[in-house]
């Protein structure tokens, strides 16, 4: 009888043990969708600059396309919905994302444009040639990039803790900037993995 009731625990705890592993992963590929989307937003904001080189947009995958459509029958309703989510909009989300659109219109496309400032390996923004900004408006510049720098901070701790899971905050950071860089227009500068710029 013990070595029954030791069996049935055992289970019990890896069952137990299971369910927590397949929980806590970090559901990359729902945010990096989320993400994109978040960026998008914020960098289709500004307008592009005019110019005789104007790259398409790359073309949307929407779900009329006939494989979509195919895949929507044969994949049952609840199966879809065991999908794995990531949690964006918040209250505060919206808010840093706004501030984010604002500058990004008044301030910051101008200086990525200029390739004064540049996207950063880490997610962040940074000041990658300051002689391309006049020494009046440096002041001003390096107060933009710094709140920039301080909301892009905020909005990665808070998407983790919206999700219930701070410790994923690397991991969001490190797809929101992959996403920045993916996103980012045609001449603009960013860091590559060793911490080098380079221009897209």
């Known amino acids: 009888m013990r070595k029954l009731v030791y069996g049935l625990l055992t289970m ?59 895949l929507d029958l044969l994949i049952p309703a609840a199966y879809a919905a065991d999908a794995p989510n990531i949690r964006i909009q918040t209250a505060t989300t919206e808010a840093i994302q706004g501030r984010m659109q604002e500058r990004f219109r008044g301030t910051l496309a101008p200086l990525f444009d200029s390739g004064a400032i540049g996207f950063t390996r880490d997610g962040l923004v940074a000041v990658r040639d300051a002689a391309k900004v006049p020494l009046d408006q440096r002041a001003g510049v390096n107060a ?57």
């Open 144 to 200: 933009a990039v710094a709140d920039e720098n301080r909301d892009r901070t905020a909005l990665y701790r808070e998407v983790a803790n919206a999700n219930n899971h701070p410790e994923w905050e690397p991991q969001i950071r490190a797809t929101f900037a992959k996403g920045w860089i993916e996103r980012a227009r045609a001449g603009w500068y960013y860091q590559d993995s060793s911490g080098a710029w380079k221009q897209k």
């Open 12 to 70: 019990l705890v890896v069952a137990l043990v299971g369910c927590v592993t397949i929980n806590v992963y970090f559901p990359e590929a729902a945010a990096q969708k989320a993400a994109d989307q978040f960026i998008g937003t914020v960098i289709d904001s500004a307008p592009a600059p005019a110019s005789k080189d104007k790259q398409p947009s790359p073309p949307s995958k929407k779900d009329n396309q006939p494989s979509a459509m195919l």
